[in-house]
């Protein structure tokens, strides 16, 4: 018998975590982190499984609600292997030693885990993430490994960052074969800088486990986000005025770059601009991008008049100048060196703040692009007087159309069953209603937090 365990990212986006238990042995694929102000509190629990009893893991990609938990699970005893593909082992390194390193430090300084639990918990420290970084195995696309006999595991491309992948499963039970594909994160039809999700591989599925976030939406073409953010810099800097962009390190730092770096080509923004690049973290992964995607002599992300921002007092410096672009983590301006630039910044008029990605419930970016008039930071309240703006086309997600394009080819009279995950429920609703109408699939289900599905 085959049993599926949803230990996160069921009805909700984060946490992904899913245990498979065979006769041919235990695995899990993801051990993410939660993220919200709903979910937060799940970090701090005990897992539901003995984490002793996994016989190995398997990480679709870097992301931290795929693989932030990792460190706890090795922490808690488990000692096996973790495969995943080596752009992912590389950016991952860099991810939990990050996470890692702001937990001792918010540990050592009596602050909570969280935003949203009042426990001072570490949950993990560096020696976690290192030990966890030992385990990782590396596997190619497309190459089947049998990591313990009867389970034959493919890893496929899923586009969305570097390094992702899904993965198929094939259980040889006693009761019969079964393959299981998850998709992890899925990105778009056309990505710009990373090959997108692989359609050539074909594989008939039993079981399918979906992600579902942009369920029911579309997101507008990238190069119309592209000519917004474009217009809006050239406006600012115009006037004088600075443009801060809270960007994430992973994947939408690189895509900034390389906007500019054409736009810097083709005359749509002047040579003279400088642009910062105020992450350390962000630097790091940029150049993770760099040895993997570069292949010939012209470079993929540098241009006249960028600069990495490595100490934290460069970054202090950088207050005093204008008609700049700042880009500097975190995305949703919920900690990293874009807290002090808008400090500064938002009350001077004259100034833009560009988000480009997904803002979360409980941060300071959310409250932001709601249009609030003043922000409090730190013990300080701090007047909105910057132009604030929102760009949804950069997203690493595919929407439900690239949803679609995706399942299709894997659609065959096989199929028992769609698990839609790694979504609001209602969003879920619309994935399910959308299979139903535009693909005919009606066998769909959308789990709940820590369910146990049998597989038939
Ligand atoms: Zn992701």
New binding site residues.
């Given amino acids: 018998m085959i049993t599926i365990e949803f230990g996160g990212a069921a009805e909700t986006v984060t946490g992904s975590n899913f245990l498979v238990k065979s006769s041919r042995g235990t695995f899990i694929v993801d051990c993410g982190m939660f993220q919200g102000p709903d979910v937060e509190y799940r970090n701090l629990e005990d897992f539901n499984y003995d984490p002793s009893s996994v016989d190995f893991a398997v990480l679709t990609?870097a992301?931290l609600?795929?693989c932030g938990l990792f460190p706890k699970l090795v922490r808690e005893g488990f000692s096996g292997k973790i495969y995943a593909t080596t752009s992912t082992i590389s950016l991952a390194t860099e991810i939990l030693l990050d996470s890692a390193k702001i937990q001792e430090n918010n540990f050592k300084r009596g602050i909570p885990f969280g935003k949203f639990v009042d426990e001072v918990k570490l949950i993990y420290n560096s020696k976690d993430a290192s030990d966890t970084i030992s385990q990782f195995v590396s596997v190619n696309f497309r190459d089947t490994f049998e990591p313990v006999e009867g389970i034959k595991i493919t890893f496929i491309r899923a586009g969305?960052?570097l390094g992702?992948a899904s993965v198929e499963v094939e259980i040889d039970d006693v009761d019969g074969k079964r393959t299981i594909l998850f998709s992890g994160?899925i990105g778009r039809a056309k990505e710009k800088i990373i090959d997108s999700y692989d359609l050539v591989y074909k594989s008939n599925p039993d079981y399918i486990l979906l992600e579902s976030l942009y369920g029911g939406m579309f997101h507008p073409p990238i190069e119309d986000s592209t000519q917004d953010l474009l217009n809006i810099v050239n406006e600012t800097l115009e006037r004088g005025g600075n443009v801060f962009i809270p960007s994430f390190a992973l994947q939408r730092t690189q895509l900034l770059l390389t906007i500019f770096k054409h736009a810097k080509l083709n005359g749509s923004l002047d040579q003279d601009v400088h642009v910062w690049l105020d992450s350390p973290l962000a630097q790091r992964i940029t150049n993770i991008y760099l040895k993997s995607l570069q292949q010939t002599d012209e470079p993929l992300f540098d241009f006249p008049n960028l600069h990495y921002v490595k100490k934290y007092k460069e970054s202090i410096k950088l207050r005093k100048h204008k008609g700049q672009i700042i880009i500097a983590g975190s995305g949703m301006a919920d900690g990293g060196r874009i807290v002090e630039h808008l400090f500064h910044g938002l009350k001077n008029k004259k100034n833009s703040v560009v988000f480009v990605g997904y803002q979360a419930e409980g941060t300071m970016g959310r409250v932001l692009v709601e249009g609030t008039k003043k922000v409090r930071i730190g013990t300080k309240n701090i007047p909105v007087n910057a132009r604030i703006e929102y760009l949804h086309g950069f997203s690493?997600h595919g929407d439900t159309v690239d949803y679609e394009n995706w399942l299709e080819p894997k659609k065959s009279d096989n199929l028992k069953k769609v698990f839609l995950i790694h979504a609001e429920k209602e969003r879920a609703i619309n994935m399910k209603n959308h299979l139903k109408d535009e693909l005919d699939i009606a066998n769909t289900y959308i789990p709940k937090w820590k369910e146990v599905v049998k597989l038939d």
């Fill in positions: 990609h992301h609600d795929h969305h960052v992702a994160d690493a």
